[in-house]
């Protein structure tokens, strides 16, 4: 690297600091604005203001190529500034896949406890949402300790522009719920989703009760919760049985308690990671294709002394026989040495991306909040 190339990215140092600070002015100001409009109940959207801005912006910057540049981040800017009008006016907003009182839901409730908590039908649509701003953090599942890797969530992973921010791993804990002045000796059916029942099987078998199957553990508490039979009791969470107003009638009942579910958090800002713990990152890649490419990809992370703590392939899409990689490797990816890993993985990969960074995975344990 030359001297003048040094000099220059020194200069452009110098002028990202300045415009950090130029930065933080603004949306400080912003914030004014956030609380002006709440107290007079106006839209956080002002399109004639918006156009105004541009229209100003336009004639500031005299460079006929750089006009188009400028303007683009002028659009991106006022992006910025509406999501964080509406966080500070309404309150975080999480998208979760699922209905109220499954497990998506206590997990986002979990590690948001004091945000609303917004369900989607499907993993995509809730991605969706934090990817166009309508939500600020999307709270999906991305591993399973039974059923291994959740396939289309890795691939939005992929695919997407969201960052994963965050990791935490939800045990599944099943337990035995039924309506108010119901007791374990009224009980004659169970309801739940089948891997629930299957879970706790062993309990159920004991007790000879009957097993009724439902679209998910949330749908059979509300069932129950409905139906205000006294033999009729549901397979669910304890936050569902709050959810429902029913009672728990027993806790603990899943044979095992290995089940764990593990969930990621994914934002369109990426955010200064907690202090304390270890970092973990999120690698993502398809090797060149030429043979050893993999084998010299994964030498180049070791060889730059980071440790992979998992490695998986997944077929790309719409392309038969095309594989892209999942890696998680422990430490910090925006250290030096983790940028001259990059840069020398990148020789080996056709595509590569940082999908996350965070600091040490967090159990849920039930009744707490992170």
Not at 4 to 30: G, N, P, Y
Not at 51 to 64: H, N, S, T
Not at 96 to 113: D, K
Request: proline content about 3%; aromatic content about 8%; overall charge negative.
């Amino acid at each position: 690297m030359s001297e003048d190339l040094q000099a220059i990215r020194s200069k452009i140092a110098e002028t990202d600091a300045q415009m950090a600070e130029l930065f933080v002015r603004r949306m400080h100001l912003v914030r004014e604005v956030a609380a002006y409009k709440k107290a007079y109940g106006l839209p956080i959207l002002d399109a004639a203001q918006e156009a105004r801005v541009l229209e100003r912006g336009a004639e500031r910057v005299r460079d006929a190529q750089l006009g188009g540049y400028y303007r683009a981040f002028l659009v991106h800017m006022m992006d910025l500034s509406k999501q964080y009008q509406r966080r500070l006016t309404e309150g975080v907003k999480v998208a979760y896949s699922g209905v109220p009182g499954a497990f998506a839901h206590i997990a986002a409730g979990r590690i948001f406890p004091d945000a609303v908590l917004t369900p989607f039908s499907s993993f995509r649509e809730a991605y969706a949402a934090a990817e166009s701003g309508a939500c600020d953090y999307a709270v999906i599942p991305i591993e399973n300790s039974y059923a291994g890797e959740v396939g289309p969530a890795m691939d939005l992973m992929f695919d997407g522009e969201l960052y994963v921010t965050g990791v935490y791993t939800l045990p599944v804990t099943q337990n035995l719920l039924g309506v108010h002045g119901s007791r374990i000796a009224d009980v004659r059916r169970v309801v739940s989703h089948p891997q629930a029942l299957s879970q706790c099987e062993a309990y159920i078998r004991r007790h000879g009760w009957q097993t009724v199957s439902a679209e998910n553990t949330a749908a059979a508490a509300k069932q129950v919760a409905e139906s205000g039979d006294p033999a009729t009791a549901a397979v669910a969470s304890a936050e569902t049985a709050a959810l429902y107003d029913l009672e728990v009638l027993d806790h603990n009942i899943n044979e095992s308690s290995v089940n764990t579910t593990k969930f990621a958090v994914f934002t369109r800002v990426r955010e200064d990671r907690r202090p304390g713990g270890e970092d973990s990152f999120i690698l993502m890649f398809t090797a060149a294709d030429v043979a050893g490419s993999l084998a010299k990809a994964i030498n180049v992370i070791s060889d730059y002394g980071f440790n992979m703590k998992t490695l998986r392939s997944r077929p790309v899409k719409e392309k038969a026989w095309e594989y892209y990689f999942y890696v998680v490797v422990e430490g910090d990816v925006s250290s030096p040495r983790g940028q001259r890993m990059l840069d020398a993985l990148s020789g080996q990969c056709q595509k590569l991306k940082v999908a996350g960074h965070y600091t040490a995975e967090k159990e849920l344990k039930e009744g707490e909040t992170v």
